[in-house]
């Protein structure tokens, strides 16, 4: 049997889903397609993107690698203290945002575009954040010796 504080939380936890995608959507059938990544896991990655920001952006897997730990070291999860974790990994490395962004969108989400970054890794949580990054990076590493 389902507890009253479970409904409430899945039912929360849809609402946030809807309000972050709800900008790039208009009907409900691509509300369904735009929140699936919430929902389920990442069965493949986007095409074009994997080749852009798996297969051709050198060093990706120390990127991601260094992402997933910065994340694993925090512990309150929300959108602020990714967002600043993650800034200050691009400092420290000097490097724009989009360099580690856009892999990091492509290994959780399985995309190329998504509602903003830090409010998708707030909401898919840490645990499930760190489980898609390792994902990511045996897929990238298991493609990259194919090649």
Known sequence: MVSHLEVEEKRKYICDVISVVKERVRTLRELAEASRYFFQEIMSYDEKGMEKYF????????????????????????????????????????????IIIHPTRLALTGRTVSPGLFEVMALLGKRKCIERLDKAIEFIRKKIRKI
Not at 59 to 80: N, P, Q
Request: glycine share 10%; charged share 30%.
């Open 55 to 98: 297969i051709n952006q050198e060093g990706v897997c120390t990127l991601l690698s260094k992402g997933r730990e910065c994340l694993t070291a925090l512990d309150h999860f929300d959108v602020e203290n990714v967002e600043s974790v993650y800034r200050q990994l691009m400092d420290e490395l000097k490097i724009k945002g989009g």
